[in-house]
Every structure is written in C-alpha cells, then in structure tokens.
C-alpha cells in the first residue's frame, strides 16, 4: 500500500498548495478534500488502502496544512485552486470526498465538470438547509446582518478550544478517548500563522453564500444523480442528524453508513471507512 507522498505545486497567480499524492495514475482518481480545521492530515490513515484501487490526490486547501493562503478567499476561489491543481495534473474523471469546508470547494468543481464525476462520497457535509441546527442561529444572523457584534457570536470558535472542539464535541467519552490531542493541535498551530485565522473568518461569511446555492446544488443532484457513498458520524455537533436524510432523498441509490463518531470520523472509524470507500470505487468502476 502506497503511504502517499508530499508535493507542492504553483498555481497561475503565485499561490503554493501543497498536496499528497499516492497510487498509480492510470487508475480512477480520488479527491479528498478535507474541512476545518484540518488538512489532508486527516486522511492519513485512508490513503494507503485507497491507493489500492484509486490514483489519490489530497491536498491541503489554501491557508490550511502547508498550503499558501490566497490572496482573495471565498469557496470559489478554493474551488478555481483546486481545479487548476487537477488541471496541471492531467487529472481526468474523479470521484470527490466531500466533508464540511470541503463540501462547497467539491461541488464547485463537480458542478463545473458534472461528466468528469465518477461518484460522491459523503463523510458529514452539508448541502441542505436540513443539516442547520439551532447552533447555526449566530451564524445565520451574520450572514443576514454582517454587524460586528454578529461576527464575533459567528467566529467565537476559532480558539484553541473551539478548534478541539471539532474532534471531540459531543462524541462519547469512550469515542473520544480514541482521539488523539496531536490534531487539534497541529491544527490550531498552522491557524495562528499569518493569514490563517483571516482565512477562517474569511470562510465563515462566504459559507452563507454557499448555503444560497443550495437550490442550484439540489438541481445537479437531480439530474445527475452521481453515484454516491455516505460515511457519517452520529454524534456530530455541528451538522445536524437530520442532514443524513435529506441526502437519502436526493440521492436514493446512495449507500449510507451511520457510525457511532463525530464531525471528524476518521479520526476514530478510519479503518471502517476505508474499507467502505474502496468497495465503492471498485464497484462503481466496474
């Protein structure tokens, strides 16, 4: 099994993202495309068996991990990066992982090359107004009134504490006895780099113009219908349950999987997953 290797490439406009790559080119592409506040860190234990069946292409999306920060943010700018990445790399179809942050960077570039698509595969993301729960009042109330006093209720996370938080809220002690401190923080050291946590604030005001491509995503995923593969964990805290349905609906030829983790699962079901995951490919490339 292929570990994966570290690469960093340059984009048109300047910018460096650095990226893993394992696996054998001439076999179906997978795109893992990480969320906050992590890198393509977390999918560290996955690569290796997904290199199996599948050329693997990770990379740490602008301001995250050892990727440059981006001199304008927005998710269509992380998808534009993302896409001149697969671009330089003569990356042909791919199947996308699609998880929190990452989620809108993968339908941008789904949505631009809907043929290029091989599958979907779900690990707690959000396309659907179903998956805002009550903890989302702040947020929305930013996005609907970008005042200071909104802002601060909508980025009070981004501390070392909200960044732990992504990997063990609302998990059950004996699952997050099984997380290791080192992510959360790697994590929060690469945010206090400058134009990390501008990045962050950055992303956090532009998911609300994401949340109002819902419709036009619900549209792809009608007349599309890729091929789609849902990994979640029951116990995310900022991801509603109910989100797993609305997924169900959209997509009702979708295998899904409900684990007993949180917003990170592979921190705690990796071996699982990518189990899961390779099947997929295999199958749904036969």
């Given at each position: 099994m292929d570990p994966g290797t570290r690469h960093r490439i340059r984009l048109s406009g300047g910018t460096e993202l650095s990226f893993i790559r394992a696996g054998d080119a001439a076999k179906p592409a997978v795109l893992l495309l990480h969320g906050f506040p992590t890198s393509a860190r977390s999918f560290r234990d996955v690569v290796p068996k997904l290199s199996r069946a599948a050329y693997v292409i990770a990379p740490d999306l602008p301001g995250s991990g050892d990727s440059d920060v981006l001199p304008a943010v927005s998710f269509t700018a992380f998808g534009a990066a993302i896409l001149e990445l697969l671009d330089q790399l003569a990356i042909g179809p791919r199947y996308i992982y699609l998880h929190d942050f990452g989620a809108p960077v993968g339908f941008h570039i789904a949505m631009q090359a809907p043929e290029q698509v091989l599958g979907l595969i779900i690990q707690n993301a959000n396309a659907h107004r179903t998956g805002f729960g009550p903890q989302w009042a702040g947020t929305m109330a930013y996005w609907s009134q970008p005042s200071a006093e909104n802002e601060k209720a909508a980025t009070a996370h981004l501390t070392f504490e909200g960044t732990?938080?992504?990997?063990?809220?609302?998990?059950?002690?004996?699952?997050?006895?099984?997380?290791?401190?080192?992510?959360?923080?790697?994590?929060w050291r690469v945010m206090c780099l400058p134009g990390r946590m501008e990045t962050q604030r950055a992303l956090i005001k532009d998911y609300g113009n994401y949340a109002a491509r819902f419709d036009a995503i619900a549209e792809y995923l009608a007349r599309w219908q890729p091929p789609a593969l849902m990994l979640w964990g029951r116990h995310d805290a900022f991801f509603d349950i109910a989100e797993t349905l609305s997924w169900i609906q959209a997509l009702p030829r979708m295998e899904a999987h409900i684990f007993d983790g949180g917003h990170l699962l592979l921190e705690t079901h990796s071996a699982a997953a990518a189990s899961l995951m390779l099947d997929f490919i295999t199958r749904t490339d036969q």
């Open positions: 732990r938080d992504q990997y063990i809220a609302n998990v059950p002690s004996d699952v997050a006895a099984r997380v290791s401190s080192k992510g959360w923080e790697e994590d």
